[in-house]
Each structure stands twice: as C-alpha cells, then as structure tokens.
C-alpha cells in the first residue's frame, strides 16, 4: 500500500515512512492511495466476528500487506484490550462508548495501535526511536499510556506548567521508563513549536531518529475507523429490531480525526447514511459548510475542551476523501454547533431522564444527533460517539450534576501515583540536551 501526500507535492511513500515522518515533506497530510471495497461476505458474517476479527479485515483494507497477519493481529489484540459497548438510549438511539481504555478517552484507540505498530516497522534498527508530542492534556496521556513500556521507544511528553488539570497531570507524569514528561515554562503553543523545532532540525532529528505522536499520523487515524464498524456489527447481528434503518453516526469534532476515521471507513463499504459533525462553538466547520468557504479562526475556549480546535488538521484530509465537493460533503456530513448552555443542559436532561451521565464531548454529539434525527425526513438507527469518561472533567460535572462524585478505578488508582517530571524553560537548547542526556 502506498500513502500519498494531500499536498500532492511529495512523492507516495510505504508505510513505514507514512508512519515514520507522520507529515508529508511538503506540508500535507498522508492517506492511502486506494482503499478497497470491503467484499458482501464480509458484511454478511460481520455480526459473528468478535472485534478483533472485524478489525484485522479492515486493517488489511489500509495497510495492505505491508505487516504480516499474526503481527497484526497481535497489535490489534494489544491496541483493544478494553471493551467498546454500544448502549440503547430508547427509540434507535445508541452510544458507542469509546472511553474504556487506560487513560478513559477514545485517544487511547489510536495511541495504542500506533505505538505497537511503530514499534513493529522499527524493530530492526539498532537506535532507539525518539517520539516527541505536545500536549494540553488528554493526547500527551493517552500517547504516554500507549507507548509505555514498548520497547527501543522513548516518548517526550511536553506539557505547559500550570496550565493542565491535577488528573491529566497524574496521567502525564506518572509513568516512568520510556516516558519522560517534560514541564514546559509556557503555553501548549509554546509545547507545539519546541517540538517542531526539534523535527525539523533536520540534522538532529536524523541523529536521534526523532519523530511526532500528535494526530496528523495515519497510524492513529486507522484505528479509528474500526470500531464504526463494531457497532454496526452489533445493530446487524438481529439482536437489535431496527437493525436494517440507514445509519447515522454523531462524531464529537475537534481536530476532525475521528470523523476521518468514519469516512475512511464508509470509503471502505461500511452503509453510512450520513455523519454529523458536532462541535462546540468552534464552529470553522460549520461555517464551511454553510459557505464552502473555508475560514481558520482563533480557537475559544468551552467545557469541551478537546475540541476547543479552530483550524482543525484533519480538514484537508476530509476534503479529499470528499473528492474535494462541497456537494459530496453536503451529502454526506450535516454538521452542528453548540454552547456550552447547550450541552451542560443535554447532560442534565438525559441524566434526570435516563441517569445515564455523559461527559461535555459526548454530549455535544448527543445533541447533534438529536438534532439530525428531529430534522430527517425518515427513520434511522442514530448512534452518537461518546469520548471520554465524566470523571475526567469533575469540576465541570459537578456543576451540572449536584452530587456527581463517581471516579473509576482506573483514574482512582493514577491519582494515588507519584509525579516525576522535569522541568525545562522555553528553550530548544534545554530540549536537545535533555534528549540527548537520555540517548547517551
Ligand atoms: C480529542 C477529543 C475529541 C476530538 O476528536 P478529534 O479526532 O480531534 O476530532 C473529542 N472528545 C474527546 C474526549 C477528545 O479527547
């Protein structure tokens, strides 16, 4: 399989160096050359496949046979390792949680994949392989999560001090062995600029084989098409009445990978109907659509905070797979904003109606689909995205849930963990030593 670059500048490469490089040398962004149609076998027996299984025949469709069948489903079994249930809210309502991973958000899907496999594509090489990513909070834990302990990888987590919560900071520091969290005497743009500095030092990124995990890489984008397909597995197995109603998915947008992760999907045969990208007030993408004039905006800050995104990455991947008209994307993708009144009160609503809690991404999909469900014309399976767990966001929760104080086992136990970091300045010499210090 070969990956070409959105730019068109680059020339394809495999995808090792797909992978490996994350972003194209001219700038775009890489997706597969073709993705092939899956076959009417597949969606035949897919409602008695487990996950694993869905999951290594659509890998095959995006990674071709660049990585052998027991090796890959060997990372796939590795990368899901936690359960994605798809839950009934009433009449052809469904949520796909995504949040069953360490780190308790859907990122973990994507880093998880993504470690194993960079780990499989590197394993020849006698240097280890230096992986540096930027964070405001939820990637730089669930790239630390997924990365720990693999083997020949260091990860250098930077993060701005002071500037994310208690939790995500346990979720960043709390590691130790391959995972080096590095306090950053700045801001996340700040974070972002020192690691490009560092990947674009040509000289250095050679020496140390340096490389990003941020979410431009296509090795967190394929992962993310897999579970669409779980849960049609499960609305396809006759457990479920409605089962042959067109599908809607509800995607909670920021960075718009998740919503790649669908369409590279529906490319690959999945019957989508239509998709809703819902976001907060960062709105870019709807104004495009509206318009068909695409304007990147300052980004605002809401209690989505993962989506709190104003020149989304993914946009140029999507309009490619949108053969780049605005009529395609009008066909398939309806998108919605919403405020942060909006979604603290869905949250309330469902909770007072179902006691189902979501959290403020999830609830933002909610609405989307909702909304989409009371627009269309005719029946459909509706089945929105749930990214993260409730408890990652206690102070927002519990100012919509009076008496929410539920924290999972798996957040319980980061918190009771010991933080090492180092600090640093905002300084691309203080970075290159501190990476060298470790490679010695
Ligand atoms: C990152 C994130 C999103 C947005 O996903 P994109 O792929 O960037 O669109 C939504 N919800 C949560 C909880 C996230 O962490």
């Not at 991973?101 to 780990?119: C, E, I, N, Q, Y």
């Not at 090489?125 to 930027?134: G, T």
Request: aromatic residues 10%; charged residues 20%; contains cysteine.
């Amino acid at each position: 399989m070969l990956y070409y670059s959105t730019n068109l500048k680059s020339p394809a490469v495999s995808l090792r160096e797909a992978v490996m490089r994350g972003l194209a040398e001219d700038g775009g962004l890489y997706l597969p050359e073709l993705i092939p149609v899956l076959p009417p076998s597949f969606f035949k027996s897919i409602g008695d496949m487990t996950h694993n299984e869905v999951a290594l025949k659509v890998a095959r469709v995006f990674i071709g046979d660049d990585v052998p069948e027991d090796v890959l489903a060997g990372i796939i079994k590795e990368s899901l390792d936690f359960m994605i249930p798809l839950k009934r809210f009433g009449e052809n309502v469904y949520c796909l949680e995504l949040f069953h991973g360490p780190t308790m958000a859907f990122k973990d899907v994507g880093a998880r994949f993504m470690s194993r496999l960079m780990a499989y594509l590197y394993r020849n090489e006698d240097r280890a392989l230096n992986v540096l990513v930027a964070t405001s909070g939820d990637t730089g834990s669930a790239v630390a999560a997924g990365f720990h302990g693999v083997e020949g990888i260091n990860v250098f987590v930077l993060f701005p001090g002071g500037k994310v919560s208690p939790l995500q900071q346990k979720q960043i520091t709390t590691w130790g062995r391959n995972i080096y969290a590095l306090e950053v005497d700045g801001t996340f743009d700040d974070c972002q600029k020192l690691t490009k500095q560092m990947l674009g030092d040509r000289q250095l990124s050679d020496l140390f084989n340096l490389t990003s995990a941020n979410s431009i890489n296509i090795a967190r984008l394929i992962p993310q098409s897999f579970y669409y397909f779980f849960a049609f597995a499960r609305l396809d197995t006759g457990r479920i009445d409605e089962a042959r109603l067109p599908l809607v998915f509800s995607v909670p947008c920021g960075n718009f990978g998740n919503l790649t992760g669908g369409l590279m999907a529906r490319a690959a045969g999945l019957p989508v109907l239509r998709f809703v990208a819902s976001t907060n007030i960062n709105d870019v993408f709807c104004r495009f659509m509206e318009t068909g004039e695409y304007k990147p905006a300052a980004s605002i800050p809401t209690i989505s905070n993962a989506m709190d995104v104003g020149d989304p990455s993914n946009f140029v991947r999507i309009k490619d797979l949108m053969g780049n008209n605005i009529d395609n994307f009008r066909e398939i993708i309806t998108a919605y904003s919403y405020s942060d009144d909006d979604t603290s009160m869905a949250i309330g609503k469902l909770h007072a109606a179902t006691d189902y809690i979501m959290d403020p991404h999830g609830a933002v999909a909610y609405l989307g689909l909702r909304q989409f469900m009371s627009e269309y014309h005719e029946a459909v399976n509706g089945i929105f995205l749930e990214t993260a767990h409730p408890a990652k966001f206690p102070e927002t929760m519990k100012r919509i849930i009076d008496d929410f104080d539920y924290l999972p086992p798996q957040l319980q136990e980061v918190l009771s963990r010991e933080e090492k970091f180092h600090s640093i300045g905002n300084d691309p010499e203080e970075l290159k030593a501190f990476i060298q210090g470790v490679n010695q």
